[in-house]
């Protein structure tokens, strides 16, 4: 019988026995995902009028556009956005959804390896057309 002073607790008492309590860990998740989808708003703009510079140009044009310094700083930095907030997303759902420890854990390992390679690719890619080589 719990006592009747106090606040109640919602731990089962299988938590209390083994002194188990919230992570303190989700909120930054939480907030990281927002302020990635913050900064992908605020380049959103513009990439879309970077998308409508190249309309109608020829692959040296376009080569040209992409390879000067704001350009590539705005694309690497809408990559970087984009891909951090899919790799947040991603592993949320994995820690949500996949039950088996084994199973979660080589799926989060594989998130993080595929994101941490779309970036560095696309990073190189740009890089690699803003030097204009």
């Known amino acids: 019988m ?5 606040p109640k607790s919602m ?7 083994r002194n188990l ?4 860990s989700g909120t930054k998740d939480f907030w990281r995902q927002r302020l990635t989808a913050v ?3 605020l380049l959103i703009v513009p990439m879309i009028v970077v998308m409508m510079i190249l309309l109608g140009r020829n692959q040296a044009g376009a080569a040209q556009i992409l390879g000067s310094p704001p350009i590539a700083i705005i ?9 951090w907030h899919m790799k947040i997303g991603m592993q949320v759902i994995i820690e949500d959804y996949v039950h088996d420890e084994k199973t979660k854990l080589a799926s989060i390992m ?13 990073a190189y890619a740009i890089f690699k057309l803003s030097s204009g080589v």
């Not at 719990?2 to 106090?6: K, T, Y």
């Not at 731990?11 to 026995?17: A, C, G, I």
């Not at 930095?77 to 891909?83: D, K």
């Not at 595929?114 to 696309?122: Q, R």
């Open 11 to 17: 731990r089962t008492p299988l938590s209390r026995v």
């Open 21 to 24: 309590g919230a992570a303190h």
């Open 75 to 83: 694309m690497l930095l809408f990559v970087v956005a984009s891909i």
């Open 2 to 6: 719990e006592p009747l002073s106090g």
């Open 39 to 41: 900064a992908m708003i």
């Open 110 to 122: 594989a998130n993080n390896f595929f994101s941490v390679t779309l970036a560095l690719a696309a």
